[in-house]
């Protein structure tokens, strides 16, 4: 007897969420978001700011250079592009 459950769909909760800056917003559905992180330096203790830029998949080209985003990791859209816009 095999068990069964409510919704066929899994449900995926998983993937990272980040808060970054819009930098460039130049390609069709698409834009690229520069993330700053704080790394504590391991010999000489003081603290540097660290810069990742990804790109973001942005349907209908809603966001703008300089705007405050946050994106969620996804499934591979492209060989680059892996995470989704969720706010502006």
Not at 28 to 51: F, G, I, L, M, N
Not at 52 to 81: C, Q, W, Y
């Amino acid at each position: 007897m095999s068990t069964q459950t409510k919704t066929d769909t899994p449900v995926k909760t998983g993937g990272r969420t980040f808060r970054g800056k819009v930098v460039k917003a130049a390609m069709q559905d698409t834009v690229t978001v520069a993330v700053e992180r704080y790394v504590k330096h391991p010999k000489y203790k003081k603290y540097q700011r660290r810069t990742s830029k990804f790109l973001v998949h942005d349907a209908g080209n809603t966001a703008k250079v300089g705007d405050s985003v946050e994106i969620k990791e996804v499934r591979p859209m492209s060989k680059r592009k892996s995470f989704v816009l969720v706010t502006k």
